[in-house]
């Protein structure tokens, strides 16, 4: 058995690099030896769901690494569906939607994954902007564990277990639970870069 680590990236905006939203989570492979043909497919399947979650037709590359090694870690697969085809949004980039997931106990941090959703992706979700998100917007979060056919868990089929990998402890644990709570997070990093500044020089 070896674990695997998905980098999954959609352009939002543009195509540069900088602006490319990013997700990794990690599946163990249970069927014998992953070959890099059965990565490729598993690189496959997760570009196609993202762009069922997400409604749309917009670019999704997705990278399989093995864990563990000396670096540079190289893909072993690499997989890009509408290239250079752009997402867009009309929301502010920074609001995401947190994605949790764990084994049986979710108070082992050490057990416990998240991957940081864009529900302000056009087409991905209604009413982005409430105080809270809707329950439409959870609904949509949570399908990427929940629908069948087309979620993790479900990815990959039985040879391939969704779950956490633990750097610290060196350990993977399958997910068997995963929750979305109604509060936004904010992630600084996908913000737009600045394109203007306004000054103030004066003695107080």
């Not at 497919?41 to 409604?55: E, I, K, N, P, V």
């Not at 867009?88 to 049986?104: I, K, M």
Request: hydrophobic fraction near 35%; charged fraction near 25%.
């Amino acid at each position: 058995m070896a674990v695997h680590k998905f980098q999954i990236s959609m352009p939002l905006g543009s195509t540069l690099p900088r602006d490319r939203v990013t997700n990794v989570v990690h599946f163990e492979h249970v069927g014998g030896v992953a070959f890099d043909t059965d990565l490729e497919s598993m690189c496959s399947d997760l570009a196609t769901m993202y762009q069922a979650r997400y409604g749309g037709t917009g670019e999704v590359n997705v990278r399989a690494y093995d864990i563990g090694g000396e670096p540079p870690h190289v893909p072993r697969a690499n997989v890009t569906k509408n290239s250079g085809s752009v997402w867009q949004t009309d929301q502010v980039r920074e609001v995401a939607l947190c994605l949790s997931f764990s084994g049986a106990n979710r108070g082992d941090k050490r057990r416990r994954g998240r991957i940081y959703l864009a529900p302000g992706v056009l087409g991905a979700s209604p009413a982005v902007y409430t105080q809270r998100p809707n329950d439409a917007t959870l609904d949509w979060a949570l399908k990427f564990y929940t629908q069948a056919n087309s979620s993790f868990p479900d990815i990959g089929g039985i040879d391939w277990k969704f779950g956490i990998w633990s750097e610290r402890g060196q350990h993977f644990t399958q997910a068997t639970q995963a929750w979305v709570n109604d509060d936004w997070d904010t992630q600084r990093r996908r913000g737009l870069r600045e394109t203007k500044r306004v000054t103030s020089v004066r003695e107080g």
